[in-house]
């Protein structure tokens, strides 16, 4: 799908006067990424990435860790929620700031984006609660969409 293509079904799901999410308007601001805490029917952690001005989501049930021993399941989530299934409840932005894109295959960095369609993105997060290396792994499993989100350990990669 075309960058232009993702963009405009990324606007059509949302209505940001309600949110803060961004547009895909902004430019030159860095790479941001968005942690919410969202008390639906039951609570999670919407983790997204602004991927290409699109925000790229996950649902991470018991929210992101500290521990590089901490495994941590991360559901990716696209495309419209029906309301009275799951979408209703509180929604807090539980943490916010930018991110740099780690990744690399045989020496060369990878686009977050192409990372993502791989299976596999290390971000280094620069957030309030959130701060060093992260990654996102698409986990072998049926369904396709789950991911495991996992801390790194960061003095393996300051120097990136």
């Known amino acids: 799908?075309?960058?232009?293509?993702?963009?405009?079904?990324?606007?059509?799901?949302r209505n940001f006067?309600?949110?803060?999410?961004?547009?895909?308007s902004r430019k030159g601001r860095g790479q941001r990424f968005v942690v919410q805490r969202h008390d639906a029917s039951t609570?999670?952690?919407?983790?997204?990435?602004?991927?290409?001005?699109?925000?790229?989501?996950?649902s991470v049930p018991k929210g992101p860790s500290?521990?590089?021993?901490?495994k941590?399941?991360?559901?990716?989530?696209?495309?419209?929620?029906?309301?009275?299934?799951y979408g209703a409840g509180t929604v807090v932005v539980w943490d916010t700031g930018t991110y740099r894109n780690l990744t690399e295959q045989?020496?060369?960095?990878?686009?977050?984006?192409?990372?993502?369609?791989n299976g596999h993105v290390v971000i280094w997060l620069d957030g309030h609660k959130l701060a060093?290396?992260?990654?996102?792994?698409?986990a072998k499993l049926a369904?396709?969409?789950?991911?495991?989100?996992?801390?790194?350990?960061?003095?393996?990669l300051t120097n990136e």
């Open 106 to 117: 045989h020496g060369e960095r990878v686009p977050a984006r192409q990372a993502i369609d």
């Open 132 to 138: 060093g290396a992260y990654a996102l792994t698409k």
């Open 72 to 85: 941590r399941l991360a559901v990716r989530t696209e495309g419209e929620i029906p309301f009275r299934e």
């Open 143 to 156: 369904g396709g969409q789950q991911w495991l989100l996992v801390k790194k350990d960061d003095e393996d």
């Open 1 to 13: 799908m075309a960058h232009d293509d993702r963009l405009a079904e990324y606007r059509s799901k």
């Open 17 to 24: 006067r309600r949110t803060g999410e961004p547009s895909g």
């Open 43 to 58: 609570l999670h952690f919407d983790f997204r990435l602004q991927v290409d001005d699109v925000l790229v989501s996950w």
């Open 66 to 70: 500290l521990d590089p021993r901490d």
